[in-house]
Each structure stands twice: as C-alpha cells, then as structure tokens.
C-alpha cells in the first residue's frame, strides 16, 4: 500500500488548520481534518473559469481590449490554470489569497501537477483577503470575478467570511464590475437563499449544475453567475 504522506501543514490566525497530502500520486488539500479539494476532482474548479469567462472567450470584436480577472481564493490553483488556458493575453488574472502557505504550495509541491502559474505574466497575487482586495478596487475595474471561497455563505471556511455576503460588499462586487461583467461563485450544493439574496442586490442570477469529475452521475456542486441587473432607463 502506498503511503499518505502530509506534505506540510499551517494553522490561521483564526484558528483553521490546512495539510496538504499526497497519496499514490495525487494531492489533497484538508481543512480541519476536510478534505476541501483534491487534485483527482478539479472538473467544477475548471468549469468556475470556463462558465465565469464565457463573455470574453466570443469573437475577438466582442473581447475587451485587456480583460481583467480576479480569482477569489488560489485554492490548488486549478481555476487559475483553466482561467489562464482561456484568456490568451494581453489579460490580468489577479488572485486575492489570504494564506502565504497556499501561495508557496502553489509554486512548490504543486508545481509539478499545474505547472508555474504563478509565474505567468498575467498572474498577479493579492496577497491578502478578498474583502480588502475588492473594497480598494476602482468602479468598473473586472470583466469577470470567480469566487472560491467558502463551501456556501452558510458553511464557511473561516468565520470572518461572513462578511463576504452582506449586502454592503454585495454592492461593493456590482461596482468593481465593469457594467457587462459578471461574478461567478462555486458553491458546494445550491443556496437558494443566497440566490434570493444576489437577486434582491440587483443582480440577474444562472444556476449551472457542476459534477465534481467529468464523468460523476450526480452534479452535486452548483455554480451561480451573478451579472448586474441593467436599470431600465429613467
């Protein structure tokens, strides 16, 4: 039998302790004893970028000159490699990444599974939490935000991302966004009452089913495309 071996380990200020493991070839990422993601189920990661990024992969008339992408959470990178396979430059791919640890992980034990993202010239890392990351960007500043950063507003990872989901940062991803962009968030299983609440902010809301594998029977994961609702005209 081959071993699990823990590769390395960090605990927060907050108190939530992260392992990366490897196991016959494949990486795992736990939280609190979790796993939280897996290198053998990146297929709704991937599908975060591809469904997110759907506006800008169109005709090279409707492509922004430069897109900008924010990522929330580097996770083990996965959104961020499909993102950079999508969007051919000249782009901006900037990932908000509260964990220092991740980000080394990323460049270290990971590398050899995703490659040097962190190296490409569109790569940019906030090294820092997505609510200042956001709460300092200019209005009309991303084309497409990708959030992977809780399980759903109502299973968090860490208990300072409540504030992720209040009406008031709600406001603050619409005025970030440039008025056709779009924010997509990955959730673990449907939240219907986030929904409503994304809707009550002003934002027209799609629900995609996402299977955690290409080839899963059940598409228990679901991702939620929030774009701002236009304002009919006064």
């Known amino acids: 039998m081959k071993p699990h071996v ?26 609190n004893g979790n796993e939280l993601m897996s290198s053998d189920h990146t297929y709704s990661e991937e599908l975060l970028a591809k469904i997110g990024c759907a506006a800008l992969l169109k005709g090279k008339n409707s492509r922004p000159a430069h897109p900008r992408i924010l990522i929330g959470g580097l996770g083990m990178g996965f959104t961020l490699k499909r993102a950079l396979e999508l969007v051919p430059p000249p782009a901006t791919v900037e990932v908000a990444e509260l964990i220092p640890e991740l980000v080394e992980w990323n460049r270290t034990f990971l590398v050899e599974h995703n490659g040097p993202l962190l190296d490409d010239q569109r790569t940019k890392i906030y090294h820092g939490d997505l609510f ?10 991303y084309d497409a935000l990708l959030l992977d950063i809780d399980n759903t507003p109502d299973d968090l990872i860490t208990p300072a991302n409540e504030r992720l989901y209040t009406p008031d940062f709600l406001a603050t991803i619409r005025k970030s966004l440039k008025p056709s962009g779009c924010v997509a968030y990955w959730l673990s299983e449907p939240a219907p009452q986030f929904k409503k609440k994304l809707r009550k902010a002003h934002f027209d809301v799609e629900e995609f089913a996402a299977k955690p594998h290409e ?20």
Do not use: M, W
Request: glycine share 4%.
């Open 215 to 234: 080839n899963s029977k059940r598409a228990r994961h679901c991702i939620y495309v929030a774009r701002p609702r236009r304002e009919p005209p006064k």
């Open 6 to 31: 823990q590769l390395a380990e960090v605990t927060t200020a907050s108190g939530t302790h992260f392992s990366l493991h490897q196991h016959d070839g494949k990486f795992y990422l736990n939280y």
């Open 132 to 141: 200042d990351c956001l709460s300092r960007a200019n209005k009309n500043t």
